[in-house]
């Protein structure tokens, strides 16, 4: 026998490793409930020995046969190889499990397939729909045992009540309150969609936060805060600062020409004196509560984010309900001024933005690709109060007054 190096033949715990990974990608679980998702036996890969290993390896060999034969409910298939100096041999050529139940046992799930199978069977009961969901994600399923019966409960109470009108925490199930539902919005949702008929679901609803929208629940009012920047633009009340459900906010009737919004409380609360104009206190990427507010498409509205590439994405959102929307001090030259204050963006947004204008969309693409500097912020409640006051004397030169009739 020569030094050479040992070649890398399959080893029992590559074997059992090719069984794993049938069990995390679900496989096995979803051969418990489909004669279809695997044929049995299953040929595993094995890679074997070659005739001139017999020669250059031939203890090594050896040792490899007698470690594969001791392998429990893995069956080997062998081959014989005439070898000229070592004569006759047999070799593992192919390995196999023969049922579903030798490889479940070999990866110590029996009893988690059975569970499985009980939370199929009760899907099933509720609704046949359901099923699709757990063959692509039997493993999720098998997390949510302890609350299944409840989630199905859930599914069952809205397939008899489809957009029920009613706040979640009027549903009245055993076992089940506002809280439950609420942390399981995101498995519901899909769950929902597969049960309920295509009118009872809200599709222009996405993502968590509009579960109740979605499905026809009543949510809580959103709530608009908003600043008069000048006396008597609203009559009879006792604070400038006001707040108001995004329904009455959307009829309001106000002689203003301009619309600031600012994401920064300081900002809002502090933000100068303007004739004809209010601030809102921004949402973040939430402006659902503004969209109804027709009035405020009439007029000049102007957007005070931060510096960065969150703060072009938010404004780039806001653009998608209000078009006309300007950016205030979002420009290089702001900046540039308060180089003292830049400060870094912890997770900057890459995605390409459609509705920046040219010079916002070049500010963009140098912050996402860190031309000017490494994951660069200037957050808004940084820029000098003199600087503000400055823009605002040219913004505030237009004289357009809003019809909101």
Known sequence: ???????????????????????????????????AALHWPLRLSLKAPSSSDLAEHFEAVRAWVNQLQSLDRIHLEWREV??????????????????????????GQSAAAVRFQGLWAQAAAI????????????LQALDLD??????????????????PG???????????????????????????????????????????????????????????????????????????????????FAGLKLPVSQVFITENETNFLAFPPVAQAIVIF?????????????????????????????????????RGYFPHT????????????????????????RHDLGRLTPSEATLYDDLRTNRLASRLRLEQERVGFAWLSGRLSVVIGHDQSWSTD
């Open 82 to 107: 005439v070898h000229r100096v070592q004569g006759r041999q047999r070799l593992p050529s192919a390995a196999w499990i023969s049922t579903l139940d030798d490889a479940l046992i070999l990866v």
């Open 282 to 318: 921004g949402a973040g990427y939430g402006w659902q509560a503004l969209a109804t507010a027709n009035w405020l498409k009439a007029g000049e509205l102007y957007y005070w984010g931060d510096i960065d590439t969150h703060g072009f994405a938010i404004l780039d959102q806001l």
């Open 127 to 138: 609704d046949p729909a359901l099923l699709s969901w757990l063959r692509q994600r039997p």
């Open 166 to 248: 009613c706040y979640l925490r009027e549903v009245d199930i055993p076992g089940v309150d506002s809280k439950f539902i609420e942390r399981h919005r995101g498995v519901l949702t899909e769950w929902l969609d597969l049960s309920l008929p295509a009118d009872a679901v809200d599709t222009n609803a996405t993502g968590v936060a509009q579960f109740a929208q979605r499905f026809g629940f009543r949510d809580k009012p959103q709530r608009i805060r908003f600043r008069l920047l000048a006396s008597g633009l609203l009559a009879d009340l006792p604070s400038s600062d006001v707040t108001l459900d995004a329904n009455s």
């Open 146 to 163: 302890t609350e299944w019966t409840r989630l199905l409960a859930v599914v069952r109470w809205v397939q008899q009540h489809p957009r």
């Open 326 to 349: 300007q950016s205030l001090l979002m420009d290089r030259d702001t900046l540039l001024a308060h180089r003292s204050h830049w400060t870094e963006e912890p997770q900057p947004a």
């Open 1 to 35: 026998m020569t030094n050479a190096p040992q070649p890398r033949w399959t080893t029992p715990n590559d074997l059992q490793d090719q069984i794993a990974r049938l069990w995390t990608r679900g496989d096995l679980l979803r051969a418990t409930v489909d004669d």
